[in-house]
Each structure stands twice: as C-alpha cells, then as structure tokens.
C-alpha cells in the first residue's frame, strides 16, 4: 500500500519525457510613462514617412498613368491625319495651387480644365509669377518618318494645316500654353529641328503667310534657343534623330 501510495504521490515534474510547467505568480511590470510616449512618437513618425512615400509614388504614377492614357487616346486621331508610322509624344506641367492640387489626381484633361479655371484672365507672364504654384502647359511632339520633305511653302502649308485639325482633340485647357512641335530629321550638316507654334496661334482667322514664315524661322529657333537642353530635348530622347 505504502508503495502505492507513493508511486500516485510522484510529481509529474520527475517523470522521464513529460515537460515541466512552470507558472509564475509575477506579473509583467508595466510599461514607464515615458517609454510609452516615445513609443507613440515613434510609431506616429513612422506612419508620417510612409505616407509621405507613397504620396510620392503615387504621384509618379499617376503621371506615367495619365501620359499612357493620353497617348492612347490620341493615337488614332495622330495616325488619321498625319500618317500610320507618325511618332509622337506629350510632355505637361501642371498646377499646383488651391483646388488645382486635387489635378493630380485627375486625368490630364480634368487637369487641364482644373488649372484653366484657376487662371481664368490671367496672362503667361502673370502664370509665371506664381513661383510654379499657377503655370501649367502642355506639349504635343510630333514626328512623321512618311512625310519629312519640307522645303517649300506648300510643304509647311500642309503641315500647319494638318496640326490645326489636331486643336480638336487637345485636352479641355488654355490653347495659349498648349504647343505643337513637328520635328524634321535632316542630315547632319543641316541639323534637326522642329516647328514649334503654340495651338491658340494655329486658330482658322490666323494669317497663313506669317504661320509658313513662323515654320521656317521656328526651324532655326528650335535647333538653337528653343531647345534649352539639347540632349534632354524630346525628339532626341526618343531617337528621332537616328
């Protein structure tokens, strides 16, 4: 009986192969006042740089978003009136002050139309004034391999002519800081250039003389002065020039 009774006394802590539990009768100590407030001050830093990181990327893609969207839409109008092989491509700016910081997350013709009612009756000059808050564009590359022969009045007549249908299918914005840019590859004595004109000087009441004679000076002035950066030129990133 005795030994019975000590075998069924034996703690299962001296059994071979069962796992002893240990319970503590100690509680964990709380956290210091103090360690707590630097925890929240960390965490809520934290949050503020992963916001501002994503606000950044966010806004990166949203504007390769809304150059792939607006390229696409153009492409059919381009092709129609230039021709199938026509390369172009927009580059744009846009504005940032009041409710105009909401066009970045628009699509570029909400965009457009956004700054074009904040800077209703203002001019370029006073745009340019807002430090960037208010100045937007919108520029329009265009580059047709099928039709690069532009020697006489009747050839640049042709191609204002086909840039003036493209105003149609602008985004909603001001024709003043929109542009078209028809690029020329010519040799390498001769240069490449381009025919820069802004869309509201493309309008039908326009004097045609002064828009032929503005494309064979605007040859010059893009090759030289319009272009500030040559190699970050547009057409030259793309490879036009090749």
Same mark, same amino acid.
């Given at each position: 009986?005795?030994?019975?009774?000590?075998?069924?006394?034996?703690?299962?802590?001296?059994?071979?192969?069962?796992?002893?539990?240990?319970?503590?009768?100690?509680?964990?100590?709380?956290?210091?006042?103090?360690? +707590?407030? %630097?925890?929240?001050?960390?965490?809520?830093?934290?949050?503020?740089?992963?916001?501002?990181?994503?606000?950044?990327?966010?806004?990166?893609?949203?504007?390769? %978003?809304?150059?792939?969207?607006?390229?696409?839409?153009?492409?059919?109008?381009?092709?129609?009136?230039?021709? +199938?092989?026509?390369?172009? =491509?927009?580059?744009?700016?846009?504005?940032?002050?009041?409710?105009?910081? !909401?066009?970045?997350?628009?699509?570029?013709?909400?965009?457009?139309?956004?700054?074009?009612?904040?800077?209703?009756?203002?001019?370029?000059?006073?745009?340019?004034?807002?430090? @960037?808050?208010?100045?937007?564009?919108?520029?329009?590359?265009?580059?047709?391999?099928?039709?690069?022969?532009?020697?006489?009045? @009747? @050839?640049?007549?042709?191609?204002?002519?086909?840039?003036?249908?493209?105003?149609?299918?602008?985004?909603?914005?001001?024709?003043?800081?929109?542009?078209?840019?028809?690029?020329?590859?010519? @040799?390498?004595?001769?240069?490449?250039?381009?025919? !820069?004109?802004?869309?509201?000087? %493309?309008?039908?009441?326009?004097?045609?003389?002064?828009?032929?004679?503005?494309?064979?000076? =605007?040859?010059?002035?893009?090759?030289?002065?319009?272009?500030?950066? !040559?190699?970050?030129?547009?057409?030259?990133?793309?490879?036009?020039?090749?």
């Amino acid at each position: 009986m005795n030994k019975e009774k000590d075998s069924a006394g034996v703690s299962q802590a001296n059994i071979p192969g069962v796992p002893r539990v240990v319970v503590s009768s100690e509680r964990a100590k709380p956290a210091e006042p103090g360690k +707590k407030r %630097l925890r929240r001050i960390v965490i809520a830093l934290g949050v503020v740089v992963i916001f501002a990181m994503v606000c950044v990327v966010m806004n990166e893609s949203n504007d390769y %978003l809304r150059t792939l969207v607006e390229e696409t839409r153009l492409r059919p109008y381009v092709e129609r009136i230039f021709s +199938k092989n026509t390369k172009f =491509g927009i580059e744009f700016k846009l504005c940032k002050k009041g409710k105009t910081s !909401w066009a970045s997350f628009a699509n570029l013709s909400q965009a457009m139309n956004i700054c074009k009612e904040e800077t209703e009756n203002m001019t370029e000059s006073e745009m340019l004034d807002s430090y @960037d808050e208010l100045y937007h564009n919108y520029n329009l590359y265009i580059y047709d391999p099928d039709h690069q022969l532009v020697e006489t009045d @009747d @050839d640049k007549l042709r191609i204002i002519k086909r840039l003036r249908k493209m105003i149609e299918y602008l985004p909603d914005g001001r024709l003043d800081v929109m542009s078209f840019e028809y690029f020329v590859k010519k @040799d390498i004595f001769r240069g490449s250039g381009g025919f !820069w004109v802004r869309a509201s000087d %493309l309008s039908s009441s326009r004097n045609i003389p002064k828009l032929v004679q503005g494309f064979s000076e =605007g040859m010059v002035v893009n090759t030289f002065t319009h272009v500030p950066d !040559w190699w970050d030129y547009y057409p030259i990133r793309k490879g036009w020039d090749k």
